[in-house]
Every structure is written in C-alpha cells, then in structure tokens.
C-alpha cells in the first residue's frame, strides 16, 4: 500500500517537473523541449507500470505467504468444525423431537384411552342405574296395580 502511495507521489513529482520543463522552455521557444518532456513523461510512465508490477507481484507475494495460508487454513477448519456441529445439533434435535413426539403420541394415547374408558364405566352405570329403575318401576306398576284390583 506504501508502495503504491510512493510510486504515485513519484509519477506526480516527476509529471509536474516535465510539465515545468516543458513550460519553462516553451515559453523560451524551444520546440524540442516539449518532445524531450513527452519523452520523459513516457519514461516515467514505463517505470511506474514497471514499479507498479513490482507492487503487485509483492502483493502477490504477501497474499499467499504462509502466514495468510496457515490463517486460511485455520479459518477453513474453524467453519468445518462449526459445520460438523450444526449437523451434530441437527441430528441430535431431530432425535429428540422423534423421541418426544413418539412420547407425546404415546401420553395422548394414554390419556385418551383413560378418558374412554372413564366414560365408558359412566355409560355402563348409566344403563345399570337405568335397568335398576325400570325394575322399580315395574315392580311399583305392579304394586299399583294390584292395589287397584284390590280397592275394586
């Protein structure tokens, strides 16, 4: 980055000492100054894309230095290990809803089947209750009748 500032600064320096050039000796009315200012602006230009080059290539270098290696490296691990234990979260919550469903199910179950058959014991002393009362009844019917028959 440094770099690049410094070879900035100097195509700056040198671009504005060209046109200085040029300008100091176009006003003095030599036309070969302002080709030789072209000329040396031109080679300032080729050393710069050359130092330019040189910059990238070093960044290049930096890039893929064994320092950045070993912390990519280490980062790619830190996202395979993350990964592995969202999957293992992932199964283990799957487990365990599978199994708290199937408890779920099963208490539901359960509970319905109780809730039945209490209903069902209600039912059946309903209808026992029932036969109870039609016995008294037909046993008053026939008490009844039979003391009408007999005040008649």
Known sequence: MEARREIT??????????DDDATSQGSAGGGPAASSAVAVSTAATEM????MAMVAASEAEVV?????EENVQRILLAIDNFTRKVSEMLDSGRAMFKDLAADFEDRLCTIHKERVE???EEIRELRARDAANEQTRTVLHNAQLQLFHIRQ
Do not use: I, L, Q, V
């Not at 100097?10 to 671009?15: G, K, L, Y």
């Open 9 to 18: 600064k100097r195509m700056r320096t040198a671009a504005t000492s060209n």
């Open 48 to 51: 710069a894309g050359e130092e």
């Open 64 to 68: 893929g230095s064994a320092e950045t």
């Open 118 to 120: 209490k209903w069902e």
